[in-house]
């Protein structure tokens, strides 16, 4: 079955640090991949993803992941972190069961952004 | 129109009680999603219909009653729930078919901040 690792369930960067959020992915075909940001009491926003083609995704808020095959990798990254980015941020994969689409979610990762 | 409606936002129901969860779209997804989010948790999705019928069923309780009457409407009906049954519960949508192609992305509502006294 398809599914996704996110190592680190809480990452802390200084505002202006790099940010580095790690996801791995298990799937025997190309999978399609998302990221989603989830700020506190809301629901989940899409920051980027992969379908097929290109291995560098940009996504918005500055945002962009690499896509890896021979890691199985999707890893989030951002230049320079601001405190606005302190969010949970979920990788997803989506996987057609029985004819239909769903989205499996990795456990999360916490960021927070130190002054 | 990219959003999904979730309402209400806030729910404290009873044990005893029947209530509904509505989630809206208007961009034309026929398949939508009801996902059950415990705090520090990622989503688990509950029911998938697709094209207005039930297509997945992740072996949820009966108290949680799923309905789709047009492809712009999804319901969740609640009765008898649990205190553990306290969560955010999270409506999505997802184009299917000749409007999917490389549009793969589900749109999330808010959520219904559900709580169970």
């Known amino acids: 079955a398809q599914s996704v690792t996110q190592l680190g369930s809480h990452v802390s960067v200084s505002e202006g640090a790099l940010v580095l959020l790690r996801c791995n992915y298990s799937s025997s075909v190309p999978p399609y991949l998302f990221w989603y940001v989830q700020y506190p009491n809301q629901g989940l926003q899409l920051l980027l993803k992969?379908?097929?083609?290109?291995?560098l995704v940009k996504g918005i808020n500055g945002f962009e992941a690499e896509f890896k095959k021979s890691e199985t990798s999707f890893h989030l990254t951002k230049p320079s972190a601001h405190m606005s980015d302190a969010a949970e941020y979920f990788c997803a994969v989506s996987v057609i069961t029985s004819g239909t689409y769903k989205y499996i979610f990795g456990t999360g990762t916490r960021l927070k952004v130190l002054a | 129109d990219t959003e999904v409606t979730q309402t209400p936002k806030h729910l404290v129901m009873g044990m005893t009680n029947k209530k509904s969860l509505k989630c809206e779209q208007h961009?034309?997804?026929?398949?939508m999603y009801w996902y059950k989010q415990k705090a520090k948790k990622p989503p688990e999705l509950m029911f998938v219909y697709s094209y207005e019928k039930l297509s997945i069923n992740e072996s949820v309780p009966s108290r949680f009653s799923p309905e789709c009457p047009n492809s712009s409407l999804l319901n969740l009906h609640l009765h008898a729930l649990q205190p553990e049954d306290s969560a955010l519960y999270l409506c999505?949508?997802?184009?299917?078919?000749?409007?999917?192609?490389?549009?793969?992305?589900?749109?999330f509502g808010q959520g219904t901040r559900l709580t169970v006294v």
């Open positions: 999505a949508s997802e184009a299917l078919g000749w409007q999917r192609g490389t549009n793969t992305e589900a749109f």
């Open positions: 992969y379908t097929t083609g290109a291995t």
């Open positions: 961009m034309g997804h026929r398949a």
